[in-house]
């Protein structure tokens, strides 16, 4: 009977433990994670069942019954600084001692990511909450190119900084003749693929400054809706005065491109012409914002404070080596941007590509990247649209640059319904 007692206080104990652990992540935006054990990732290369897939998925929602069973996982993949911090507030995950290559490691990424993931990885003792699962990328709303600015009429200009001076540059490039020169090039050939990039460039520096400020994103607000009018009378001038085709950019330099369209490397794509990080505008609306530089990475973090430290790190060194197997892909850019061969990247990647993508001043500039990180997901605004109708994204966004029925009071009320 004694015994019995003991094991119901212990019960009601854990169970008054757990309550604001279980009540905070109810109140939490649900969102993917991996889960897997020690045994089963390691086990992997020596299994004979190729198909077999150590990780497992689920939900957030799902995890929080598992952890209420007590059955906590070895090892957590989370795909977003959000999703980290919010395990890291339930405590769902743990930190370790990292090992002196996994210090090494991290200490000899370029400044600004290692500074930027040190608030994500690391705490004030020194411990790690996880590691980089694969490659990193960074993202910025555009980049100018400098050569060609340099020969242009607007050489005398100072380039855009915003997406509100795009606009002003936009306007003043369609009121001047520019021969030779394009605004944006249509890198992927299709009919709306300038005023799309232009689209979306004010969006996700909209719904970045919003989340970064933790603050609702008021698509119908009339500031916004102003700068959706801005953008739609640009578009109708773009269709009527500018070459929007690959056949008609042919020989034109872009001023403007945008590194996010097919590989960061630092060439523009239609005149071949370079450009780097020195050169980048920031995710933001005006100026006078924070210059928002985008993070986009997973990482793998240690759920079960029982695992064996040992092979926590032995887990975590092998997702280093494993990574720099690849050093001369994309993953190796951002995280150690002095292991990659740019000749060796051109001719095994992109043999087809004249010159390739990759250029030896990008990788340099990664050392100098100046600006304000941040790990955001400005695509979450179309999670319910995709849940309904995958379509009806595209659909609605093709509608706003060419029809005049879709005003910018009917889009900006679409992104405010997608975003509920």
């Not at 991290?106 to 003792?125: C, K, S």
């Not at 990647?349 to 990788?363: E, H, N, P, T």
Request: with cysteine.
């Amino acid at each position: 009977m004694k015994k019995r007692i003991c094991v119901l206080l212990a019960a009601v104990v854990l169970t008054l433990a757990m309550m604001p652990y279980v009540n905070a992540m109810a109140e939490q935006k649900d969102f993917r994670i991996d889960v897997s054990s020690l045994a089963d990732v390691f086990n992997e290369r020596h299994d004979d069942n190729y198909d077999f897939d150590p990780w497992r998925e689920e939900m957030f929602s799902e995890f929080q019954e598992e952890i209420r069973s007590g059955r906590i996982p070895d090892l957590i993949q989370v795909y977003d600084g959000d999703s980290l911090e919010t395990l890291k507030k339930m405590g769902a995950i743990v930190p370790f001692t990292p090992s002196d290559n996994l210090v090494r490691d991290f200490e000899t990424m370029p400044p600004f990511v290692r500074e930027a993931l040190r608030e994500y990885l690391v705490t004030e003792d020194g411990q790690f909450w996880g590691c980089i699962e694969g490659g990193l990328d960074l993202k910025a709303m555009l980049f100018y190119v400098p050569g060609a600015w340099a020969d242009s009429p607007f050489r005398d200009r100072t380039p855009p900084t915003s997406f509100e001076e795009f606009l002003d540059f936009a306007e003043v490039y369609l009121d001047t003749p520019h021969e030779g020169f394009c605004l944006l090039y249509n890198w992927s050939n299709e009919k709306l693929c300038v005023q799309g990039e232009i689209l979306g460039m004010l969006l996700q520096s909209w719904v970045c400054q919003r989340q970064y400020a933790g603050e609702p994103y008021r698509f119908t607000s009339e500031e916004f809706i102003g700068l959706l009018e801005r953008t739609k009378n640009l578009f109708t001038r773009l269709a009527k005065e500018e070459p929007l085709t690959q056949k008609k950019q042919k020989k034109l330099r872009e001023l403007f491109a945008n590194a996010d369209c097919i590989y960061d490397g630092g060439k523009a794509q239609g005149s071949r012409e370079l450009y780097n990080w020195d050169h980048m505008i920031p995710y933001r609306v005006y100026a006078a914002q924070p210059p928002l530089i985008n993070i986009e990475t997973g990482f793998v973090c240690t759920g079960n404070s029982n695992a064996d430290p040992a092979e926590v790190n032995r887990y975590m060194e092998e997702i280093v080596r494993r990574r720099d197997w690849h050093r001369d892909t994309v993953y190796a850019t951002y995280i150690h941007p002095e292991m990659m061969d740019p000749e060796k990247v051109n001719k095994t990647f992109f043999s087809r590509v004249k010159d390739g993508y990759m250029a030896q001043q990008w990788l340099d500039s990664v050392q100098r990247i100046q600006g304000v990180p941040c790990m955001l997901n400005p695509y979450s605004i179309y999670d319910k649209a995709y849940d309904t109708d995958c379509d009806s994204v595209g659909r609605v966004n093709g509608q706003f640059i060419t029809s005049g029925k879709m005003t910018p009071e009917k889009y900006a009320q679409q992104l405010e319904e997608w975003s509920e």
